[in-house]
C-alpha cells in the first residue's frame, strides 16, 4: 500500500471513529467509489512495447488491445488492473459535440413515424453513410456474434449524426450521435 492510501485509510478511520480494519473493509468491498488509482501500473504497463495495454494521449484512455491476423480488438480499461483503482477520466466527450435536447426533439419530429430502413429512405432518400458489414453485437450468452444493418445520415444536422441500426424485430433503433469538433 502506498504511503498516501496509507494516510488516507488512516485518515477515514480516524474521522469516522472506526478501526482500521472496519474502515479497510470498506474501502475494499467499494474502492473504485472513491479510489483513483496512482499505483502506477498502468503506465508502466503502457511503457512496456511487449505488453497489450496502450494509452491514447487524445483521449487520456488506457486500452486493453489484443491483435490476431488483420483483426484488433480493443476494449477500455476503466479501472486498474494492480491497484483496482479509477483510471484517469476519459477525455472522449470533449472531443464530439453535445446534442442539445432541443436538436433531439427537432430530430425526433423529422424521424416521427419512421419504422423501417424502406420508410427512412422514402422519407429522407438513401443515407449518407451504409456501413458494409452493419455492427456486429454479441449475443448475451456469447455464443454469436450478430450483425445488424447499420446507416447514417448526416447532413441532417449540422452537430449531430442520425444512426439508425436493425433492431432485430424488422423496425430500426435510432440514435443521436454527436459530430466529431472541427479543429480551429
Same mark, same amino acid.
Given at each position: ?6 494516510k ?42 511487449g ?20 483483426f ?57 453513410? &451504409? ?9 448475451? *450468452? /456469447?455464443?454469436? $456474434? @450478430? %450483425? ?9 444536422? &449540422? ?9 432485430? *424485430? /424488422?423496425?430500426? $433503433? @435510432? %440514435? ?9
Amino acid at each position: 500500500m502506498s504511503d498516501d492510501a496509507e494516510k488516507e485509510l488512516m485518515l477515514r478511520a480516524a474521522n469516522r471513529g472506526r478501526s482500521l480494519e472496519e474502515t479497510a473493509s470498506e474501502i475494499l468491498s467499494a474502492p473504485t467509489k472513491w479510489w483513483a488509482c496512482n499505483c502506477g501500473g498502468l503506465e508502466r504497463s503502457a511503457a512496456d512495447p511487449g505488453s497489450p495495454v496502450q494509452f491514447d494521449e487524445e483521449t487520456n484512455e488506457y486500452h486493453l488491445v489484443m491483435k490476431a491476423d488483420s483483426f484488433e480488438s480493443r476494449t477500455l480499461i476503466r479501472y486498474c488492473c494492480f491497484c483496482g483503482g479509477r483510471a484517469p477520466a476519459s477525455k472522449r466527450r470533449q472531443l464530439f459535440e453535445p446534442v442539445s435536447g432541443e436538436e433531439i426533439a427537432r430530430l425526433q419530429g423529422i424521424f416521427n413515424g419512421i419504422h423501417t430502413f424502406e420508410e427512412a429512405a422514402l422519407s429522407l432518400g438513401p443515407p449518407d453513410r &451504409d456501413v458494409p458489414g452493419g455492427v456486429a453485437q454479441a449475443e448475451i *450468452d /456469447g455464443s454469436r $456474434a @450478430i %450483425s445488424s444493418r447499420y446507416v447514417v445520415y448526416s447532413k441532417i444536422s &449540422d452537430k449531430t449524426d442520425v444512426a439508425l441500426t436493425d433492431s432485430g *424485430d /424488422g423496425e430500426v $433503433a @435510432i %440514435s443521436y450521435i454527436g459530430k466529431p469538433k472541427r479543429s480551429a
